[in-house]
């Protein structure tokens, strides 16, 4: 298996759609390299980082 995923399988991965993928992209949040024919190519190590400096904690407190 290759270490390089495209956009589809990056989305997957991540939990998120393509576009997502693309804006955060644009934004510089995720790296990528292009194939020849300009299609986008992400690392798996990449990912897996992005996702841990993403993920969100939620706290639910109920006041009376």
């Known amino acids: 298996m290759s270490n390089l995923l495209t956009i589809s399988e990056a989305a997957e991965l991540l939990g998120v759609s393509t576009k997502t993928i693309r804006r955060w992209e644009a934004e510089g949040r995720l790296n990528s390299?292009?194939?020849?024919g300009g299609h986008r190519r992400f690392t798996v190590s990449d990912l897996i980082g992005n996702k841990q400096d993403n993920s969100l904690t939620v706290a639910y407190a109920r006041v009376s």
């Open 33 to 36: 390299s292009r194939t020849e």
